[in-house]
T-cell receptor, first 110, second 117 residues
Framework: GQQVMQIPQYQHVQEGEDFTTYCNSS?????IQWYKQRPGGHPVFLIQ?????EVKKQKRLTFQFGEAKKNSSLHITATQTTDVGTYFC??????????FGAGTRLFVKA | GAVVSQHPSWVICKSGTSVKIECRSL??????MFWYRQFPKQSLMLMAT?????????EQGVEKDKFLINHASLTLSTLTVTSAHPEDSSFYIC?????????????FGPGTRLTVL
């Protein structure tokens, strides 16, 4: 079945440093979504990428979807303490069914 | 944004009892809802797809007789953990997609933390 791998499992950064998490699917995706989950909270939708090679930005966050629509990345520029949480990618092969990656837990030291 | 509620937010029960968790889409209709389970510091594992008016579709390894799902209306899905045991203790989260065009955004409920003693 479809699998979505995500690395790294966790990352510690100093405030102001950049952060990137990578997502790779075993199959071609129809779309990929990114979610953020704060400690003790539930996942919150960040963005969806649909087109091959698509790049979207949200302030300090940059999202990319690979040309083959099998991988994606989330890059945060100049991290802040408010960026702390777990970032999940979630891939869909079509329809609404979505498979989540393992998540990358981000720790930011002030 | 769209709102999905879950009830209860937490529950503690004795081993062998059954627990029902409700998931409601408050301001939109959802013919499909998803149930996930999340163990501490782990990802969301899809348990089943709840379909309004028809049987739920369970993921491999999920016991359908243990995790009963009922999608009685376009705004309500329920998950009943039957004869719960300590290993069922987890964070259960539902989600409902509100597909608009090609947007596949899923709205998550706040989750239900189940502790089985």
């Amino acid at each position: 079945g479809q699998q979505v791998m995500q690395i790294p499992q966790y990352q510690h950064v100093q405030e102001g440093e950049d952060f990137t998490t990578y997502c790779n699917s075993s199959t071609t995706l129809s779309n990929i979504q990114w979610y953020k989950q704060r400690p003790g909270g539930h996942p919150v939708f960040l963005i969806q990428l649909v087109k091959s090679g698509e790049v979207k930005k949200q302030k300090r966050l940059t999202f990319q979807f690979g040309e083959a629509k099998k991988n994606s990345s989330l890059h945060i520029t100049a991290t802040q303490t408010t960026d702390v949480g777990t970032y999940f990618c979630a891939g869909s092969g079509g329809g609404f069914k979505t498979i989540f990656g393992a998540g990358t837990r981000l720790f930011v030291k002030a | 944004g769209a709102v999905v509620s879950q009830h209860p937010s937490w529950v503690i029960c004795k081993s062998g009892t059954s627990v029902k968790i409700e998931c409601r889409s408050l301001d939109f209709q959802a013919t499909t809802m998803f149930w996930y389970r999340q163990f501490p510091k782990q990802s969301l594992m899809l348990m089943a797809t709840s379909n309004e008016g028809s049987k739920a579709t369970y993921e491999q390894g999920v016991e359908k007789d243990k995790f009963l799902i009922n999608h009685a209306s376009l705004t309500l899905s329920t998950l009943t953990v039957t004869s719960a045991h300590p290993e069922d203790s987890s964070f259960y989260i539902c989600s409902a997609p509100r597909g608009q065009g090609t947007l596949n955004e899923q709205f998550f409920g706040p989750g239900t933390r189940l502790t089985v003693l």
